[in-house]
């Protein structure tokens, strides 16, 4: 069935960049695209942006334009987040999501990756 | 703070009607765009619910159905159980934004 497995948490100073990656099997990995979405501790979803797995076109939310990176490497069905200049606002757990093209919707996520910004 | 508004709350007993709405404007839902609906249990990640096409991915009991008014969306939830305990979330572009957002979530208690 379809699934994505995300890597493990990770601790990073302010400043610092991280790195989270997302392996999708189950399924032709460039019939879909991956939206990043975050959760800040007892805070709601927040999208981030999403990436077409099909030819790596990208949407980003408006705030995080600058700071983050979302590639896809389709020899290994991996989709890539990378966020820079991290501070303490941007400790959250951290979800890979399938999104369909026409309607958007987003179907399966991974389990979540925490991501802690501390000094 | 996001542009789709929800009720930080609502309950009901067992086996009765709750819904909760989804706020937006004419940059979002009022501009036509779908809404989804997400459950997220606790700990775990969200799931999708119901789509703006009026489909409900398999597994999801009929008791769950959405529907989009003007520039709101709602989601019914009828016989309502114990374990629909949960956050809930409506999901829709934003044309202002250039991108989705997600709603300020709904935590239903039974």
């Known amino acids: 069935q379809v699934h994505l497995e995300q890597s493990g948490a990770e601790m990073r100073k302010p400043g610092a960049s991280v790195n989270v990656s997302c392996t999708a099997s189950g399924y032709p990995f460039m019939n879909y695209g991956i939206t990043w979405v975050r959760q800040a501790p007892g805070q709601g979803l927040e999208w981030m942006g999403w990436?077409?797995?099909?030819?790596?076109?990208?949407n980003y939310a408006q705030k995080l334009q600058g700071r983050v990176t979302m590639t896809t490497d389709t020899s290994t069905a991996t989709a890539y987040m990378t966020l820079r200049s991290l501070t303490s606002d941007d400790t959250a757990v951290y979800f890979c999501?399938?999104?369909?093209?026409?309607?958007?919707?987003?179907?399966?996520w991974g389990q979540g990756t925490t991501v802690t910004v501390s000094s | 703070q996001s542009v789709l508004t929800q009720p930080p709350s609502v309950s009901g007993a067992p086996g009765q009607r709750v819904s909760i709405s989804c706020t937006g404007s004419s940059s979002n839902i009022g501009a036509g765009y779908d809404v989804h609906w997400y459950q997220q249990l606790p700990g775990t990640a969200p799931k999708l619910l119901f789509d703006g096409s009026r489909n409900r991915p398999s597994g999801v009991p009929d008791r769950f159905s959405g529907s989009k008014s003007g520039t709101s969306a709602s989601l019914d939830i009828t016989g309502l159980q114990a374990d629909d305990e949960a956050d809930y979330y409506c999901?829709?572009?934003?044309?202002?934004?250039?991108?989705?957002?997600f709603g300020t979530g709904t935590k239903v208690s039974v």
């Open positions: 990436i077409s797995a099909y030819n790596g076109d990208t």
């Open positions: 999501a399938t999104t369909h093209y026409d309607t958007y919707t987003l179907d399966v």
């Open positions: 999901q829709s572009y934003d044309r202002s934004l250039g991108g989705w957002v």
